[in-house]
């Protein structure tokens, strides 16, 4: 498995508390992707990064935002949580050129009350 | 945009059966295609992968795909399925000059022993 950790594993928190998801890779990959997985939705993304400070939005970005400061280090912030953010949310890396595959995270499962 | 479409969102078969999975995706350029496996329970890990070359690719655990790319498609294949295999699907396709990777909504596989 690709060294990708994801803390923490669980988190309960209550509607409008902010709430910080990290990423942290071994890999030194150039690309660091945050999804959400929900049912009958597949997985969406959210955010991306390409390089340190450097990220894009994806199509449900919404309601998150995300910091690179270092090669390693992604992190999620849900600024004021929400309960339509109750979700099972993935960390993925992928190297840069044509020719990557992505390799995911364990995953983190977020709980707003 | 890119999409994928998977068509078969719940399977049930039983042990020994074959085991064809659809996915369908629109970009009409040079694409990366991949299938992924998630437990339950657990992150997504990629089960095959296809760049270039022979359309028939071959994956882990006896699964293949194969790349029709008059059809847009990249259906995931099993000639005997074993109740281990239960889990959930996802197709997923990346244009050869992006890194941005489209995931289909995933079909929930059920196996019975």
């Known amino acids: 498995d690709a060294g990708i950790t994801q803390s923490p594993r669980h988190k309960v928190t209550e509607t409008g508390t902010p709430v910080t998801l990290r990423c942290h890779q071994t890999?030194?990959?150039?690309?660091m992707y945050w999804y959400r997985q929900d049912p009958g939705h597949g997985l969406r993304l959210i955010h991306y990064?390409?390089?340190?400070?450097?990220?894009d939005k994806g199509e449900v970005s919404d309601g998150y935002s995300v910091s690179r400061s270092k090669t390693e280090d992604f992190l999620l912030t849900l600024e004021s949580a929400t309960s339509s953010q109750t979700s099972v949310y993935f960390c993925?890396?992928?190297?840069?050129?044509?020719?990557?595959?992505?390799?995911f995270g364990p995953g983190t499962r977020l709980t707003v009350l | 945009a890119q999409s994928v479409s998977q068509h078969n969102h719940h399977v049930i078969l039983s042990e020994a059966a074959s085991l064809e999975l659809g996915c369908n995706y629109s970009?009409?350029?040079?694409?990366?295609l991949f299938w992924y496996v998630q437990y339950p329970g657990q992150h997504l890990q990629l089960l095959l992968k296809?760049?270039?070359?022979?359309?028939l690719v071959k994956g882990i655990k006896g699964f293949e795909a194969e790349f029709i790319k008059s059809k847009f498609s990249f259906n995931l294949r099993k000639p005997s399925v074993q109740w281990s295999d239960t889990a959930e699907y996802f197709c997923?396709?990346?244009?050869?000059?992006?890194?941005?990777?489209?995931f289909g909504t995933g079909t929930s596989l059920t196996v019975i022993p």
């Open positions: 993925a890396i992928s190297g840069a050129g044509r020719y990557n595959e992505q390799f």
């Open positions: 890999e030194n990959h150039r690309y």
């Open positions: 990064s390409y390089g340190v400070k450097d990220t």
């Open positions: 970009y009409g350029g040079t694409v990366n």
């Open positions: 296809y760049f270039s070359g022979d359309p």
């Open positions: 997923a396709v990346n244009a050869n000059t992006g890194n941005q990777f489209y």
